[in-house]
Each structure stands twice: as structure tokens, then as C-alpha cells.
């Protein structure tokens, strides 16, 4: 079991940066997580933003956001975070950290594939 809290989200203006921060609290090592950051618009489905393997040596982004997005963890710290730049009105959502168990980075960007969740933190952009 692990429990995740989202924070660092709120209104900004496109082209504006925000940074996401997601603390975990865990009986195993954090390190035993692969992370994901996922994010829903009113309306819409849950969409995948990114990933990061157990150690933060691999990374993974949706298209939509590569290059704008960067993703990483401190695994002693137990966070893992993610930086926004050059946000856009399209990036508002409600932003998810979610953790995975195991030693498979296939399906990184599925969400079913993610035991547990955060309550999620809101991100506004204002064109």
C-alpha cells in the first residue's frame, strides 16, 4: 500500500510554468514504483502525461506534452515531480501521481495498469 498526495497545482497564464510535486508514503521502498503522472479535463478521459522507471533513468511523455514536460524522482526524498513550462489553456486538467508495483515497464502509459492514486491537484491555464 501506498499513499500518494499531489500538491503544487493552480492558476496560471499560458506560457507560465508550474511544477508538480507527488509525496509518497510507503512500507516499501519507493524505489519499488514505477510513477506515472496522468491528468483528466472536464469531459474528457483520463490521459496519460508521463512516466518514470524505479530509479529515474528512463522516462516516457505523451506527445502532447514532450518537450514542455520533465519528469523526476528523488527516491529518498519518497516525491517525484513534474515540471511544467510553456503551459497552454489545453493543459488544464486535474493532474493525477499514480504508483505501479513490479519489474515491468511495459504499459507504462496505461492507467489500469496503476494500483494506486492520488486525490489529484488541479491545474488551470488561462489563455
Known amino acids: 500500500q501506498v499513499q500518494l498526495v499531489e500538491s503544487g497545482g493552480g492558476l496560471v497564464q499560458a506560457g507560465d510554468s508550474l511544477r508538480l510535486s507527488c509525496a509518497a508514503s510507503s512500507g516499501r521502498p519507493f524505489s519499488s514504483y514505477v510513477m506515472g503522472w496522468f491528468r483528466q479535463a472536464p469531459g474528457k478521459e483520463r490521459e496519460f502525461v508521463s512516466a518514470i522507471d524505479w530509479i529515474g533513468r528512463t522516462t516516457a511523455y505523451a506527445d502532447s506534452v514532450k518537450g514542455r514536460f520533465t519528469t523526476s524522482r528523488d527516491n529518498a526524498g519518497n516525491t517525484v515531480d513534474l515540471q511544467m513550462n510553456s503551459l497552454k489553456p489545453e493543459d488544464t486538467a486535474l493532474y493525477y501521481c499514480?504508483?505501479?508495483?513490479?519489474?515491468?515497464?511495459?504499459?507504462?502509459?496505461?492507467?489500469?495498469?496503476?494500483?494506486?492514486w492520488g486525490q489529484g491537484t488541479q491545474v488551470t491555464v488561462s489563455s
Open positions: 499514480a504508483a505501479r508495483r513490479g519489474g515491468s515497464w511495459a504499459g507504462f502509459e496505461q492507467g489500469l495498469m496503476y494500483e494506486f
